[in-house]
């Protein structure tokens, strides 16, 4: 509801705004009809609309303020057409503006549900950086100062120091917190922290199993990789095109335009290119870049009463659309689609707000503000990397408290660290700084080769000894089940399935074939059917993301991509499996996945992420009442096409219980003694389950030949649910067995099935 009432008023708000400028009541009227027709016809387009009459507004509003305002003093050189550029002063706005983007990011990343759509903070530094940099260059160039050295010596002192004491001080807390797997992941995107590529390597890592994002202490860099990539490109663009007004400004325009679309698109066939790659980023930055040519380009007269004006209404424009974005937007909306609009476009509008407008002398100039913008950089550097540390040691138990400690711990280092640190990098003594560009650069050098050498030389850490305790028979359990598993290909066995195909073979041609099909739950599951004790032909066929539910669909994270369930090769592929002709052999179906993502969630509060499943062609359920239904009629249709096939035994595997905590987590806190296998209380389990289950019992009525498999009597007595057994884990993560608890299962339906 919100979702779409904020966007329609705010349709009218503008559309008022454009028509008072225009003086025309009637174009008012024609407006809020046109509004009102939007919502009730295609509520669909009621964001687009407003975002495209936004900037509309907003392109009058720039047009007034440089009505009857020349191009800065012209040269004595007709000839060269160089327009002399205005010295920019130091606003303390701009300031206060990071403050504004910062703390939205430190709150969404310490209490997610307070303010789901924190994240847009960071596309507002985007817009800043971009500002600040294009009219540093703009402004050099014209007065022939610039250099491609000085740019950079500038960017590293600015850069380098924070960032090179954060990197040891997150290396040095990982050694004593982390595994020795997890440190050399920490090693690597050190490393890629410190080349500005953590962008291009987390693209590269993401997939179904890779790392949590809580997990990770360094994720925070991929936009510091996304500046620094765009500052190879922006000068060469200014300094080749700066004795060329027009033509600079139609390059900010055209990379603007062409940065824009291609998010759009990428958008569309990978959600996660299109967060991660610089050309799907670059356009925020050159939003910056278009308000910095304005502003140095015209000698804004922002004294002027008409100017102030509407330097005021940009300033409330921008102000009430920041919160519209913060209020609106959250981990389901596609992003950075057109919704990143939002910031973005806030963002230019307080920044060519010049400074005067109410909001920008009171809101944003406000001493308090301008001190939080002024260790806005040295605060983001901070403070992902203790929230990390405190989810990984602590997972689900991160209470409020920690989190809240977090918080002032890292303001607390970020003054520290700009006061001590970035102020002395930038004292001059005799022509000479306090700290050489040399001395920060040796810093980080050594920062990435402390982690290269252990990445080429790994040192087992401080917590390997005691991860090894509670892993030491998964390594017999690996060798014991590594025996003539074969590729469905190398087998014989005809699919279309594009995911995990695995097939164990048998000399008895009569033996009964077990058959387990799914998603990663069935995948974890298999491992252990795939077993040569288990003495049975197996045929594992599993697409990540895919319960064996027909005609639904799950959407990617904050995009419009699909995990392709429903393509030819998804579900369908296991389905035309299963019905394969099967009259001289008897079988044993096993369906199994993660049912649960009928509740959008998963149990463990870390993972923020809502799971959207859509069914057939029906639009998203938007309420509890229309995912259960959605859910039971693709439950049914599983049935259907399940309970008559020949010679055939169909099982319906419930889920194995999911954990408030990685087991990781348990091993880390030393949770050892009789409460040690990470428990998890069996009312909450199972009123996580109850949704699904319900559905599930409920339609079984009807198909009485359908039998059930429930992993869960093995891993919970009547109180609680365990992750692990005697000593040892049974799950990889929060959700999926390992080897260990997969045969655990699967022993017990080989007895079962014999």
């Known amino acids: 509801m919100l979702m779409q009432f904020l966007p329609t008023m705010w349709i009218l708000v503008v559309g008022t705004c454009i028509a008072y400028r225009l003086q025309n009541i009637p174009a008012y009227i024609g407006i809020a009809l046109v509004v009102a027709y939007i ?47 205005q010295k920019h002063k130091y606003r303390p706005d701009i300031d206060g503006l990071r403050a504004y983007a910062i703390i939205p990011v430190v709150v969404y990343h310490a209490f997610p549900t307070v303010m789901p759509g924190g994240f847009i903070g960071v596309d507002v530094f985007f817009v800043i950086s971009g500002f600040l940099i294009t009219q540093i260059l703009i402004e050099q160039n014209a007065a022939g100062t610039f250099s491609y050295a000085g740019f950079y010596e500038r960017r590293v002192r600015r850069i380098f120091p924070a960032l090179a004491v954060v990197l040891v001080a997150v290396l040095v807390a990982g050694w004593f917190l982390l595994f020795s797997d997890e440190y050399q992941n920490l090693a690597t995107h050190s490393v890629a922290g410190s080349l500005f590529t953590s962008n291009l390597l987390l693209y590269s890592q993401v997939g179904y199993f890779a790392t949590d994002s809580y997990a990770l202490p360094l994720l925070h860099l991929w936009s510091l990789g996304v500046e620094e990539q765009f500052y190879i490109v922006w000068p060469v663009v200014v300094t080749v095109l700066h004795r060329h007004r027009n033509r600079l400004l139609w390059a900010f325009v055209g990379l603007v335009v062409v940065s824009f679309v291609s998010t759009q698109y ?13 050309i799907t980023r670059f356009w925020e930055l050159g939003i910056g870049g278009i308000a910095a040519w304005l502003v140095s380009t015209y000698q804004i007269a922002y004294h002027e009463p008409h100017v102030r004006k509407t330097a005021n209404a940009l300033g409330w424009g921008g102000l009430l659309v920041f919160c519209i974005g913060l209020a609106t937007i959250d981990d389901t909306t596609v992003f950075p689609g057109y919704h990143a609009l939002i910031p973005t476009v806030s963002a230019f509008m307080l920044i060519m707000a010049g400074g005067v407008s109410w909001v920008s002398r009171t809101l944003l100039a406000n001493r308090l503000v301008v001190f939080v913008g002024l260790i806005s950089y040295p605060l983001y550097l901070w403070h992902w990397p203790i929230l990390s540390f405190g ?14 400690f977090a918080v002032v711990l890292a303001f607390v280092l970020a003054f520290l660290t700009y006061w001590g640190i970035e102020r002395r990098v930038r004292v001059v003594s005799g022509n000479r700084s306090l700290i050489s560009t040399r001395q920060i650069i040796v810093l980080l050098s050594c920062v990435v080769s402390i982690s290269l050498l252990y990445l080429l030389n790994p040192v087992e850490t401080p917590n390997a000894s005691r991860q090894k305790n509670h892993r030491a028979k998964q390594v017999t359990v690996q060798v014991a089940a590594t025996t003539e598993i074969l590729t469905c290909q190398a087998a014989g066995f005809v699919t279309s399935i594009k995911g995990t195909c695995r097939v164990v073979l048998h000399a008895d041609s009569e033996r009964t074939e077990y058959m387990i099909v799914g998603d990663s739950i069935a995948r974890s599951l298999g491992l252990g059917l795939l077993d040569r004790a288990i003495d049975h032909p197996v045929v594992m066929l599993a697409r990540d ?6 005609g639904m669909e799950r959407i990617r994270p904050a995009s419009t991509t699909t995990f392709g369930c429903t393509n030819a090769n998804g579900v369908p592929a296991m389905y035309a499996a299963i019905t394969q002709n099967t009259e001289n052999k008897q079988r044993v179906i096993f369906v199994s996945g993660l049912y649960t993502a009928i509740e959008g969630k998963k149990l463990n509060p870390l993972e923020q992420r809502e799971i959207r499943l859509q069914y057939r062609d029906r639009p998203l359920p938007g309420t509890t009442e229309q995912r259960a239904r959605d859910y039971r009629d693709s439950v049914i249709e599983m049935f259907d096409a399940l309970s008559n096939i020949p010679s055939t035994t169909v099982v319906f595997v419930y889920q194995p219980p999911q954990f408030l905590n990685h087991p990781n987590s348990c091993i880390r806190r030393g949770l050892d003694g009789g409460a040690w296998g990470c428990p998890v209380s069996r009312e909450v389990e199972d009123a996580f389950n109850a949704q699904y289950r319900a559905i599930v019992d409920d339609v079984l009525r009807d198909y009485p030949q359908v039998e059930t498999f429930d ?3 093995f891993l919970c007595d009547a109180s609680f649910c365990y992750a692990a057994k005697d000593g040892q884990i049974l799950y990889r993560d929060d959700t999926h067995l390992n080897i260990l608890g997969s045969q655990l299962i699967a022993q017990e339906i080989a007895k079962r099935y014999p």
């Open 39 to 85: 919502a009730v016809s295609y509520p669909e387009y009621v964001l687009v609309t407003a975002l495209v009459l936004t900037i509309a507004w907003v392109s009058v509003c720039v047009v007034d303020l440089l009505k009857g305002v020349q191009p800065g003093d012209q040269t004595d050189s007709t000839q060269t057409g160089e327009t002399r550029i």
């Open 545 to 550: 993301g895919c319960a064996p539910l027909p």
């Open 391 to 404: 989810m990984i040691y602590y997972g689900g138990d991160f209470s409020t408290t920690f989190r809240l």
């Open 266 to 278: 990428v958008q569309m066939t990978d959600g996660d290119a299109a967060f991660y790659w610089p």
């Open 711 to 713: 992993p869960m009597q």
